[in-house]
């Protein structure tokens, strides 16, 4: 007899013993959706945020990042001298195109006389601005500011209209006179953090905001490579050494190195108690319905069910109730994911557009590998019962009782 | 008002080397370095250290090490190694001062203030806003700056929790479905000789009690034993005093309160089905 067939008789078999206690396999399928569920979402967060940044940090274009330290940028000391910076950076080889950003907060004011806080980017050299313009038109001359959707929607201004802006560019600034901007566009910015209102303006604007006359601090120079990033990493650290300069890929390293290597201990450790968990709740499960059967597969072996029938049988049920709960998970998951993401995202100093859980082939096959593997596992105790189960003993228990 | 702080907790990017001449050093300004920082740089107690506020190393002072600390555990700081330095506040100002910042026009990050009585820290602060304007003062308790991101984490692992909960539940459902059908011939014959419904379910109430009382109590104490499994090992693997896990009396209530419950209910949810059938149904062979 040929294997695929036994299988499919062992699978029918197994399919007619869930479906007599239709209670018991429901619920046991419904509790592999629910653990799969999870085990899903932990398997789509060890990997989701690097993934997420290295699609966001590809996405903005730019290859080389360049602070004062290794600091991420806002979160360690300013780069000074600025235009020496860009224009030493600029002549040197394997160098496309590069942009000094600052960033400085502030209010706006608003019609009926409140402010709104806001975030400011200014930018100055030949690269792409880091903002994507949706209506209107980019900034190209001092004065002139791209603001994103919210401030538009929430200081309920538009193209052509006027903006008050008080900037805050540190100690010593709190008593700066207001500047007058005028807003040429409505812009996305990728690296917005949420709840986050985000004006972008030329360094020259910020500058004059701040009240200063030269445009000699930034706290980040973004750079795009002629070709390959590591070259131009590699030449910047040897013309600047008192800089941090790092590639994509070493941005990233930065950051799974750092803090949220958090995220992926904690999938690691959640990923084990789940397995666990569904491991020890199938096996106990099917050794409880086995053992309920005693009689019943010992009728069968004598009417000449071979033990590897018997087995395949108990294989096949488990493999049932894995595989259909496996499948409910995947939609049970996504869903849960996007919940989960949600209350991640709540977290301050995250990018809008970042994302913890995030699909990929890889995380998919590890799931079915390891629910298959679950399946397999969970099935090796209640199928050595039946395997060593005492035919003629059996049945003269059954009879006696 | 009194100033508590003379010492700040400065990083910087240094050129770090331990040089001999004991006697010399003496006239070094003293610096306290973190443990992590000794242990990175094999550096210990009487070592003189070069320390410069540029990458390059340039401009270099030189300071002795007259202590090792173990840092505050920072959870923002997490996987980020504690290389830090303590310093005298002038020798910070002196080593950081740009050349053109005249002694004493320096500006600094705040300024930790002991009371007489804690109790009136809402007070002063508003009391200080009041007086001093540009400053800002807040109690100690609610100057956490990172503490949303814990809030945050806290809702994930409890969504977490919730889930795993759920399915909890529906494996407990399942598993006493199958321990209350493999007794449905006692229940039978318990019927038969005149027990009513309600006492056979109050039995398995409070077998379903007993066990789930039993139940929370071997994961309470599993829970302790694993506590400090993982505080080891994440205490080791980032290499801080911080604790990643404290089972406190308040988490131990809340396990125990949502575990018993659930599990009597689950009991007494997969009996009920069973008592509303005919007692001679279940009592037959």
Redesign the interface.
């Known amino acids: 007899m040929n294997m695929g067939a036994t299988t499919r008789r062992a699978l029918a078999m197994a399919w007619r013993s869930l479906t007599r206690q239709p ?2 396999a429901s ?2 399928i ?2 592999v959706a ?2 799969g ?2 085990l899903l979402d932990m398997l789509l967060l060890s990997e989701g945020l690097i993934v997420s940044m290295r699609e966001l940090l590809g996405r903005a274009g730019y290859d080389v990042r360049v602070t ?2 290794e600091d991420l940028p806002r979160n360690g000391p300013p780069l000074h001298d600025v235009q020496g910076t860009l224009s030493t950076i600029a002549h040197l080889p394997h160098i496309r195109s590069t942009l000094a950003v600052r960033f400085v907060d502030g209010a706006v004011e608003r019609p009926r006389g409140e402010t709104l806080d806001v975030s400011i980017e200014g930018v100055g050299g030949d690269a792409p601005h880091p903002w994507n313009v949706l209506r209107g038109r980019d900034t190209r001359d001092a004065g002139e500011v791209v603001i994103d959707e919210s401030t538009a929607m929430m200081a309920g201004v538009g193209p052509g209209a006027e903006l008050i802006l008080h900037a805050d560019c540190g ?2 600034t ?1 008593a700066l006179p207001p500047a007058r901007l005028r807003i040429v566009g409505v812009a996305e910015f990728p690296f917005e953090l949420t709840n986050e209102n985000t004006i972008g303006a030329t360094l020259d604007t910020v500058t004059s905001a701040c009240g200063s006359d030269k445009p000699d601090q930034a706290d980040l120079i973004l750079v795009t490579a002629a070709d390959d990033p590591d070259a131009a990493v590699t030449a910047i650290r040897a013309a600047r ?4 300069a790092a590639s994509n890929e070493e941005v990233l390293g930065r950051i799974e ?6 995220f992926r ?1 904690i999938s690691s ?2 990923t084990t108690i ?1 397995l666990s ?1 569904a491991l020890l ?1 199938i096996a ?2 099917l050794t ?2 086995v053992n ?1 059967r005693l009689g019943e597969i010992a009728a069968l072996r004598a009417l000449g069910f071979s033990r590897s029938r018997v087995a395949a049988d108990v294989l096949c049920e488990s493999a049932l109730i894995v595989g259909i709960g496996g499948i409910l998970s995947l939609p049970v998951g996504a869903a ?1 994911a996007v ?2 993401d949600r ?2 995202k ?4 995250i990018p809008g557009e970042l994302h913890f859980f995030v699909f990929q082939p890889t995380a998919l096959e590890l799931h079915l590998a390891l629910l298959a593997a679950t399946a397999l596992v969970a099935a090796l105790y209640p199928m050595h019962i039946v395997v060593r189960l005492p035919i003629a003993a059996t049945l003269r228990d059954q009879v006696a009782e | 008002m009194s100033v508590r702080s003379a010492l700040l907790v400065f990083v910087v990017a240094l050129a770090i080397s331990a040089s001999p001449g004991r006697a010399e050093t003496d006239r070094f300004p003293p610096v306290a370095i973190s443990r992590q920082l000794a242990e990175a740089r094999h550096l210990s107690i009487g070592a003189t250290i070069r320390l410069s506020t540029d990458r390059a190393g340039a401009h270099t002072r030189e300071f002795r090490v007259v202590g090792i600390y173990e840092p505050t555990p920072n959870p923002a700081r997490l996987g980020s190694p504690d290389l830090e330095v303590r310093f005298h506040l002038p020798d910070l100002l002196a080593l950081t001062r740009d050349p053109g910042t005249p002694a004493g026009s320096e500006s600094m990050d705040g300024i930790n203030v002991a009371l007489a009585d804690p109790a009136d820290a809402r007070a002063f602060a508003r009391d200080v806003n009041a007086r001093l304007p540009g400053i800002n003062a807040r109690p100690a308790a609610e100057a956490t700056g990172s503490a949303g991101r814990f809030i945050v984490l806290r809702q994930f692992h409890l969504a977490i929790a919730a889930v795993t909960i759920g399915a909890a539940t529906v494996f407990l459902l399942a598993l006493t479905i199958m321990l209350v059908d493999e007794r449905r011939e006692t229940v039978g014959v318990l019927r038969l000789i005149g027990l009513p419904a309600r006492r056979i379910l109050m039995q398995v109430l409070l077998e379903g009690i007993i066990v789930a009382a039993a139940g929370a109590v071997f994961g309470l104490v599993l829970s302790l034993a694993s506590e400090r499994l993982i505080n080891r090992f994440f205490q080791w693997r980032y290499d801080t005093a911080l604790v990643f896990v404290r089972i406190t009396a308040d988490v131990a209530l809340t396990c125990v309160a949502i575990a018993v419950p659930l599990g009597a209910a689950a009991t007494v949810i997969a009996s009920w089905a069973l008592l509303r059938r005919n007692a001679l149904r279940l009592a037959r062979r």
């Open positions: 209670a018991r619920l046991g419904l509790g629910a653990v569920a999870l004062a330290t100690t010593g709190e050494p008192d800089l941090a190195r750092t803090g949220f290597t958090y201990q450790v959640l789940t968990f709740l106990v499960l409880v319905s309920q849960l919940v989960l209350i991640l709540r977290m301050p100093g």
